[in-house]
């Protein structure tokens, strides 16, 4: 796997949620991804985390970075980090908390429920779930999310046969 490392701002977007962002060389962008979004493993300060490089419509490469995500890394907005980069080749780009896995590796119908969710709601639930510090709390997470998922499937299952007039 190929790794960039590089020297970056942390920059905050003008308008919208202010959000902060580290713009990517547009080499090192170019070299790790075909189209974008592109999904990235991401090192700053020796922690780790996935993300996506965006690219602007002015040509310019981004990974934005949420709070959650500067308390990992321990940096701040106007702080200049080392970052080190590679393209994420992970099954759902993010990581998948072993819980989650034990549930889906047990239940069929959660399986199939949840492949049919988009990758970008794949993510979205994978966060939530790793982001309980609890063992218990994210078993909780993962059933419920598996159980919600299962019932919207239900109820769009079910539109689609009053639809056709079964």
Known sequence: MKTHAFTARIDRQTGGMGLCFIE????????LFDRFPGRALITIHNADFHGGVLKRKDGYYLVQLGRSTLKKVKAIYGETVEVKMSADDSEYGYEMPEEMQVLLDQDDEGRRVWEATTPGMKRSLL??????????????????????AAELQAEKERKKRLKKGD
């Open 24 to 31: 990517v060389p547009q080499e090192i962008a170019e070299d």
């Open 127 to 148: 966060h939530y779930v790793n982001s309980a510090k609890s063992t218990d709390v994210r078993i909780k997470r993962a059933i419920l999310i598996l159980q919600r």
